[in-house]
C-alpha cells in the first residue's frame, strides 16, 4: 500500500502495479463472471476490484467529486445463484457492479443471472438455457451503437 501510494503521488501510473487499473481503463467493454456469494461477489473479485480502483487510473477527484476515467461503454455481469435472489434487497452482487460502473464511467450495464441451480426439481438445463439466451440479447443490446 505504501508502495502504491508513493507511485500515485509521483504520478507514476505506468508502473507495472498499475496494469490491470490501466487494461480496464482501456477497454472497450468490460464482461464480469463471478457466482452469487455471501450475499455479493467472492472476495477474490473484490480484491481485483481494490486493485484496480486508482485515482488517475479509473476513477479521478477533484472540487466537484469523484468521476470516472474509463473509456468502457458498457458492462455485462454474468452470476449463477444457488437460490431465487432476483429482487430482493439482500441480494447486493449486481447491485455492486452497476455502482462501480457509475464509479468507473461506464454507462450501459446489464446483469445476467442463472437462478435456482441449487435448489432440488428445478429443471437446471432449461434455467442455464434461459440464462444463455438473455447473455445474448444483453450482448445485442449492450452493444448496440447510437444512432448519429
Known sequence: LKRRDALLAAGRRDDPLFDLGNQFRMADGIVVAAPFWDLSVPAVLKVYIENISADGITFGSGPEGLYGLCRGEWMLFLTTRGGI??????????????SLCKFFGIDRYACVSADGIDIVGLDHEKIMAKAMEDVETACRELTRQPAR
Open 85 to 98: 435472489w432476483e429482487g430482493s434487497d439482500m441480494e447486493q452482487g449486481s447491485p455492486y457492479m452497476e
